[in-house]
């Protein structure tokens, strides 16, 4: 396995970090499939006639309408140009064929943009160009691509939210089933133990009401046999074959949020880098150098002034009333520069009123985004760790049941089943005497009553193991997933420890859960092998399902794998894979 196709979960600090975690986002966005969708053509449309709209030749109201008109005609063209390049996107299978594919577009359409503008201009207005080419076509491309590529982290980040979560619903559907089965296991175990235990005692007290025989005792002998045989039996029963009453029970959804609801405080030094990329060649050519300079430190005032005043006024209040402080602080940011522009710049007029609708707009694109990243990220890891607790909650239930059957049949099978050897034996040799037939059923009572719960466990007596913990959650896992297990012979040797079997059920519990979140196929393989005999030991767990890493993955993995430690999700053919190493104690 190369670096190039591992992700690995571990977070990196600081700036670095975080740079490397956009990054990595932005990638995935720009690979997903989803980049171009209806939502860029209609944020595409408001910041062609905000932003960077065709006012280079306004000097007055009256171009004003014909400029938006350009600019609208201009957009329709691009759209209609770049709706080829949205099919294809869908259709081609290589990440970095489709990434190549959509940076291309978005720098080929920022780049004939202000040519357009330029030719609709003369055409329908015979207005000439105006302004630095080189200066427009950068601008054009540098906000294209940061504004497309925050409403595709956007819209990538819901829809991958939304399947992601539609599966872990599913799945916690299936499980509630489980759930049940695993309720009505344990009732059963202690109603069969109850009555099986009953039936003994009934037995012991017709054996001692009588000078017993060693026929009598033999006979009595074979019945406890035969319950602590009744009882390993059940222990072994399959949950799947658990009545549970009724099928999945259905988990709701999550509720559908208004769009004003959906805004997260955008970052003020973002929304003004995006609005003086977009502006100031513009500016520049407007105005003089220095009002040019002031203008955009005054650009970066307004935006934390803003910033402060949304989350000052946003507290306390409802998310759809958080949403709409934050549009109105950036909106009243928006008029105090336009008054400040006007002030200062009176011949801007009617370019001037451009920030009034470009802050909103900006802080909204930036705001939505960030929400989806973190809406992402926060609802996908409820609902996992929903699932997660709910798979651990039944198999813990199974499993304290299947104790408990172990335990009574061991103890059957031998401190009880040994003590009617023992009394079988004074029998066949002469009539007991009261005080032994009274001391036998003293035993056996005790012992009942011990394995049943009713009296202290007698000092000494050895603990029964539980069952294999591993199997025990592919048991519970397989009512999610169909699952096959591959489990070589020294790797199984290495699983008797405890620690080391419990550390594979961490990783294969995850591996389940992933192969969950990033495929409806419903099926998974689980390897676990023992590693290479020159090196350090060590067992190597495979957790693979059919499946693919998208843009989801940099949004919506990350605490659960990076808790394992050097673990590797990444992308194999059809599959998605999830790999870790497990190092064994040297003896």
């Not at 089965?181 to 039936?199: S, T, V």
């Not at 009617?420 to 001391?439: G, I, Q, S």
């Not at 011990?450 to 896992?477: D, F, K, R, S, V």
Request: glycine fraction near 6%; include cysteine.
């Amino acid at each position: 396995m190369t670096p190039a196709r591992t992700y690995a979960e571990g977070r990196g600090g600081g700036a670095v970090g975080s740079a490397r975690r956009v990054a990595r986002i932005w990638w995935g966005t720009v690979t997903s499939g989803r980049f171009f969708s209806g939502w860029s053509a209609v944020v595409a449309l408001l910041i062609a006639v905000t932003v960077l709209g065709a006012y280079r030749s306004v000097n007055s109201t009256v171009e004003y309408l014909p400029a938006i008109g350009i600019s609208v005609l201009v957009w329709a063209v691009l759209v209609a140009l770049l709706m080829p390049v949205a099919w294809a996107e869908r259709r081609i299978r290589r990440p970095r064929r489709r990434a190549v594919v959509v940076l291309a577009a978005v720098v080929a359409a920022g780049a004939v943009r202000p040519l357009l503008n330029d030719a609709a201009g003369f055409l329908l207005l015979h207005e000439p160009s105006t302004g630095s080419w080189v200066e427009r076509i950068t601008t054009n491309v540098v906000i294209w691509l940061i504004v497309l590529s925050l409403v595709a982290t956007a819209t990538v980040a819901y829809d991958a939210t939304r399947d992601a979560s539609s599966r872990l619903r599913v799945a916690l559907s299936d499980l509630s089933e489980a759930d049940r089965r695993a309720d009505a296991y344990a009732r059963r175990a202690r109603i069969l133990l109850h009555g099986q235990l009953a039936k003994l005692r009934a037995e012991l007290a017709q054996l001692v009401a009588t000078s017993p025989g060693f026929d009598d005792v033999s006979a009595f002998s074979q019945s406890v046999r035969a319950v602590s045989h009744d009882l390993e039996d059940e222990a072994a029963l399959p949950l799947s074959e658990i009545p549970a009453g009724t099928g999945p029970v259905e988990v709701p959804a999550s509720a559908r949020r208004p769009l004003l609801a959906r805004l997260r405080p955008p970052s003020p030094v973002v929304v003004s880098i995006a609005y003086v990329v977009g502006s100031l060649p513009y500016t520049l050519t407007t105005v003089p150098t220095a009002l040019a300079l002031f203008a955009v430190v005054l650009v970066f005032a307004c935006g934390f002034v803003a910033d402060a005043v949304a989350r000052r006024s946003s507290r306390r209040r409802s998310a759809t009333g958080r949403g709409g402080a934050i549009l109105f602080a950036w909106f009243a940011t928006g008029v105090l520069f336009s008054a400040a522009a006007i002030l200062l710049a009176p011949e801007t007029l009617p370019t001037a009123l451009v920030p009034i609708l470009a802050f909103p707009l900006l802080a909204a694109i930036i705001g939505v985004s960030s929400d989806a990243i973190h809406s992402a990220i926060v609802q996908t890891r409820r609902l996992s760790r929903a699932l997660a607790a709910q798979t651990d909650a039944v198999a813990t239930r199974t499993t304290r049941a299947r104790v408990e059957l172990r335990s009574a049949a061991e103890q059957l099978h031998g401190r009880v089943q040994g003590r009617c050897v023992l009394f079988a034996a004074t029998v066949d040799e002469r009539a007991p005497t009261a005080e032994e037939v009274d001391a036998f059923a003293a035993t056996i009572t005790l012992a009942l009553a011990e394995i049943e719960g009713t009296a202290p466990t007698q000092a000494g007596a050895a603990p029964i193991a539980p069952p294999n913990a591993l199997a025990q959650m592919i048991e519970t896992w397989s009512h999610v997933l169909e699952i096959s297990s591959d489990i070589d012979d020294e790797a199984r040797i290495a699983l008797g420890r405890e620690d080391v079997t419990r550390r594979v059920v961490d990783i294969a519990s995850e591996g389940f859960l992933n192969a969950v979140k990033h495929s409806g196929a419903r099926r998974a393989t689980l390897e676990v092998t023992h590693g290479d005999p020159d090196a350090a030991p060590e067992l190597r767990v495979e957790v693979s399902s059919p499946g693919r890493l998208g843009s989801a993955l940099p949004l919506t993995a990350g605490r659960g794998i990076a808790n394992l430690g050097g673990a590797h999700l990444f992308q194999r053919g059809r599959d998605v894979v999830l790999e870790a190493r497990v190092p064994l104690p040297v003896a």
